[in-house]
Nanobody
């Protein structure tokens, strides 16, 4: 079983920063990619940022220049540094991992979600 544990969410003022962490644990052979999605009430769950184990990244246009995703392959942990936060960034943030549990078998795993609230 693969488990993703997220941390770092909370309440922050506009313009502030937060750093989200997501640690993958369990029977992991390797990780192809990890990423962050977010979902606000009444809205779809959308990709925020993703990163491959090789370091290739992809960002939603709305967060480019403000958020930075990184991965520590040795720790199976992905981070999302969130700067210049805006009220519209308020959402539940979910970690996602594309995990190989063997050389030939893989699946996607989701974290439980962590609330990020940007408000004065």
């Amino acid at each position: 079983q693969v488990e993703l544990v997220e941390s770092g969410g909370g309440l922050v003022q506009p313009g502030g920063s937060l750093r989200l962490s997501c640690a993958a644990s369990g029977s992991i052979f390797s990780i192809n990619a990890m990423g962050w999605y977010r979902q606000a009430p009444g809205k779809q769950r959308d990709l925020v940022a993703a990163i491959t184990s090789g370091g290739s990244t992809n960002y939603a246009d709305s967060v480019k220049g403000r958020f930075t995703i990184s991965i520590d392959n040795a720790k199976n942990t992905v981070y999302l540094q969130m700067n210049s936060l805006k009220p519209e960034d308020t959402a539940v943030y979910y970690c996602y991992a594309d995990v190989l549990v063997s050389a030939t078998m893989g699946f996607g795993s989701w974290g439980q979600g962590t609330q990020v609230t940007v408000s004065s």
